[in-house]
């Protein structure tokens, strides 16, 4: 700003032109203006924790939605209304519902097994020394969890998509069914090992004698799962995994 005509006072406080505005100054010499307290900046919101409540509602929200009406009327406008977010929010994450419901199911398996007791990562099988009653305890405990209606629903609306949706399915297999027939199949492997099973025998065909009966009679209906059911496929199994004398 150019500087005034006038020129100013002859005690002047500053040597610098007076602007149109200026500052108030102190009275006396040697006195200065107080500062205003300094105000604490405020907390920028933690997104990452704001993210994983919103992503635990949703998974919530699928789950129940599934259970209480069937995969074919959830949908992703209900799971958004439910969890309380908007339905970008869902879209922004999942591609559709199947995918939402994946994810919820595979982080509802993993909170299972951490109330169960398991360590992180730790998907093995017991190894007692005995295969079946290692088995035996494994497979009852699959029935219990086919059983349970928090399981049921939305490992039947899984399967049945993934039957139709190849990607679904191919993420389904490799997500979870894979690891679990893996897991089964290093126990028969370590029996091999140990001399309590034919060496001859293929692990992967041993898994599925266990567990594929076991999955047929659950998703078609075709008689009770019970743990006594359990014991007699393990008790059948084994009469073929009995080493040759």
Do not use: C
């Not at 409540?53 to 209480?68: G, K, M, Q, T, Y």
């Amino acid at each position: 700003m150019p500087a005034p005509e006038n020129p100013v006072s002859e005690n002047p406080v500053s040597e610098s032109p007076v602007s149109e505005n200026p500052e108030p100054q102190a009275a006396e010499a040697g006195t200065s203006r107080p500062s205003a307290a300094k105000t604490p900046a405020p907390k920028t919101p933690d997104a990452s924790r704001r993210s994983e409540r919103s992503r635990r509602a949703i998974f919530d929200a699928a789950l129940a939605l599934v259970s209480e009406t069937g995969y074919a009327k959830t949908t992703i406008e209900g799971i958004a209304a439910r969890a309380g977010v908007g339905k970008q929010t869902i879209y922004r994450w999942w591609p559709s519902k199947a995918a939402v419901l994946l994810d919820a199911f595979l982080d509802l398996a993993a909170r299972a097994a951490e109330e169960a007791g398991a360590a992180p990562g730790d998907t093995e099988l017991p190894d007692t020394g005995d295969l079946a009653a290692d088995l035996r305890l494994v497979l009852r405990a699959t029935v219990d969890e086919l059983n349970n209606p928090r399981y049921d629903a939305p490992t039947r609306a899984l399967a049945a998509e993934g039957s139709t949706d190849p990607e679904l399915g191919a993420r389904f297999t490799s997500a979870l069914l894979e690891p679990q027939l893996n897991v089964f199949a290093r126990r028969v492997e370590a029996a091999q090992a140990a001399g309590q099973a034919d060496p001859d025998v293929d692990p992967r065909l041993a898994t599925e004698l266990l567990v594929g009966p076991l999955h047929h009679r659950w998703l078609h209906r075709t008689g009770p799962l019970t743990h006594a059911y359990a014991d007699a496929l393990v008790d059948l199994a084994l009469r073929g995994l009995t080493p040759r004398a």
